[in-house]
């Protein structure tokens, strides 16, 4: 993690930085917000089918972890500053700990929520981590919230925002358990590629001169890409689901 910065340092760079990177998040995220969640396709096939079909709805897991933008920010936020592989196996373990349980007791005993809230939390997870990676807590309020137990706790709500993607769709009774285990399989399948994607990128960043330079800015994008994903779920929940 970065030497802490002085509390008027780091809100001067951190204002500085966040106007137009908020306005790049925007334009990166403006298309693909729309295409998170379940396309047509994939629900129609899981709306007609029946019985026990393990491989298609492993395949399905993992394709909505690695399309899932909103996860894969939050993982990388989670890992920007793990250098040994027993971190990074314990922080992602809690995580899908948390995201596992909620979303197979989320769709099992039909526990919901709006989704609309649930992704905003999301979303709030990834301002949370940009926080913290700039060690923003300690500067500003002098404490800094647990880690581990945040992420397994934002972990209980991007399950449950995983469980609120299947509730929305008519899910046979006849072979619900174990399709649900193979999805949830899939889902941890899909975020071991996608943690072996980032792992790459983000080591063989750290090998270059630009990395300790760019660890704010960095950051400061990922907390716009975050603030860009609370707004559009609250804007989602004021005008279509509250």
């Known amino acids: 993690m970065p030497k802490a910065l002085s509390s008027a340092s780091f809100g001067s ?5 966040l106007p137009p990177l908020a306005g790049l998040a925007l334009l990166l995220t403006s298309a693909t917000l729309c295409a998170h969640g379940v396309d047509q396709k994939d629900q129609a096939f899981i709306e007609g089918a029946s019985g026990i079909n393990i491989i298609p709805y ?43 349980t909620t979303l197979l007791l989320g769709v099992l005993f039909d526990i919901r929520a709006n989704p609309f809230i649930i992704d905003a939390i999301i979303g709030l997870s990834v301002v949370y981590k940009a926080i913290d990676n700039l060690d923003g807590f300690r500067t500003w309020f002098g404490v800094a919230p647990n880690p581990k137990a945040a992420v397994l706790i934002f972990g209980f ?9 299947l509730q ?17 399989v899939g889902v941890e399948l899909g975020q071991l590629l ?23 800015v960095a950051n400061a994008a990922l907390m716009a890409a975050g ?15 509250a």
Request: hydrophobic share 55%.
């Open 58 to 100: 492993m395949y399905l897991g993992a394709k909505h972890m690695v399309t899932g933008y909103d996860h894969l920010l939050f993982l990388a936020g989670v890992i920007f500053f793990l250098y040994r592989m027993k971190d990074v196996a314990a922080y992602v373990t809690l995580f899908a700990i948390g995201h596992s």
């Open 168 to 184: 929305d769709l008519t899910l046979a009774k006849d072979g619900l358990v174990p399709n649900l285990i193979s999805f949830n």
């Open 13 to 17: 760079r951190l204002r500085r930085a």
């Open 227 to 241: 603030f860009v994903l609370i707004g559009y779920q609250l804007t989602g929940y004021f005008i279509e689901g």
């Open 194 to 216: 996608a943690l072996a994607v980032i792992l790459i990128a983000m080591n063989l960043w750290r090998m270059s001169d630009s990395f300790r330079r760019s660890a704010l």
């Open 157 to 165: 709500f991007h399950g449950f925002g995983l469980a609120t993607k």
